[in-house]
């Protein structure tokens, strides 16, 4: 391309993509730059790339571009800006303020700029993870200053949660575990309990047991979240995991000790009051309800940022220079 060309094509694209990219617009900074491969290379007045811009709004769409290039590490992992910043750097620094809401919850949004810090690391040399920018500062420097603040809203966050959840969880331990011992209808001279030929009894022993294996479960994981060390690497896979595990297993609990009762409820009153299964049946189900409308939302929050898919990956088999 012939240098008037390129002003030419730099003076009409160069602030379109530049604020495509920090818009999140994908589709607008491929055309550009399918159109004008070069324009990869222009530059704000702080010399930061369409990449680094989107990197610093946590653009992810524009991010993704990064997997549709063969090349794109030699291409971006050595760019700097004005200030000696790569794309780390840029990844390392806090999220603006309507980005980091988009995900609830304080530890949840940790998890997320770990995500992000590891993500671009991906796509820099050993040398550029180590460089220091203007100020003296590496990226993980600027990661652990950066936020200090929201590690330790995090921790808050995720301890109160744990603290809840494990009050609810050792009172169905005790419950259940009492109910094992001192089982409906009592013993009879034998030892053996008076309904242990019901098939309702089966159900009822079953459901105790699950019930407290599950709350005993809960219990631990929540205590593991109370006594972990709260290190910044924690917030990305490991305390995430334990409180998947957690919220599912108290949910598990809930919903068999429910079974346990209604079992017992069927055993002492269920065959001559057969109207008394009706009520208990539709009262069996608020507990139960009522949890999913209330944990399901951060359950399925939880779950989806830490196996699922994720926000990052290649998204169309379109080249990009």
């Not at 900074?29 to 159109?35: A, N």
């Not at 590690?151 to 009050?167: L, P």
């Not at 108290?250 to 009051?273: C, E, H, P, Q």
């Amino acid at each position: 391309m012939e240098a008037l060309d390129y002003k030419n094509a730099s003076a009409i694209c160069q602030d379109t993509i530049l604020v495509a990219a920090e818009s999140g617009n994908r589709d607008i900074v491929q055309e550009i730059v399918g159109i004008l491969p070069l324009a990869v290379y222009f530059t704000n007045s702080y010399n930061q790339s369409f990449i680094h811009l989107a990197v610093k709004n946590r653009c992810e769409k524009v991010f993704n571009l990064l997997y549709q290039s063969n090349n794109c590490i030699y291409k971006y992992s050595t760019k700097f800006d004005n200030s000696g910043n790569s794309i780390l750097h840029l990844a390392a620094r806090l999220a603006p303020p309507h980005k980091l809401n988009l995900v609830s919850g304080a530890a949840l949004q940790m998890q997320r700029e770990l995500q992000w810090f590891k993500e671009a690391s991906k796509f820099v040399t050993p040398y550029v993870k180590q460089q220091p920018n203007r100020s003296g500062q590496t990226a993980e420097m600027i990661f652990t200053e950066e936020h200090k603040e929201l590690k330790i809203e995090g921790e808050k966050w995720m301890k109160d949660t744990a603290n809840s959840c494990t009050i609810a969880a050792a009172l169905i331990a005790t419950v259940v575990f009492a109910a094992a011992i001192t089982v409906p209808g009592g013993n009879q001279s034998d030892g053996y309990p008076m309904f242990h030929k019901s098939s309702a009894f089966t159900i009822f022993a079953v459901s105790d047991a699950v019930s407290l294996f599950t709350s005993t479960t809960s219990l631990l994981m929540f205590l593991s979240i109370l006594t972990s060390r709260y290190a910044e690497q924690d917030f990305l896979y490991a305390l995430p995991k334990r409180l998947c595990i957690g919220l599912f297993t108290l949910f598990v609990s809930i919903l068999f000790m429910m079974i346990a009762f209604s079992s017992t409820l069927y055993l002492v009153f269920g065959r001559k009051k057969a109207w008394v299964l009706l009520p208990v049946g539709a009262l069996t189900c608020l507990p139960i309800s009522s949890f999913v409308l209330l944990q399901y939302p951060l359950l399925k929050d939880v779950i989806s940022s830490t196996y699922g898919r994720g926000i990052f990956g290649k998204q169309s088999d379109r080249p990009f220079p």
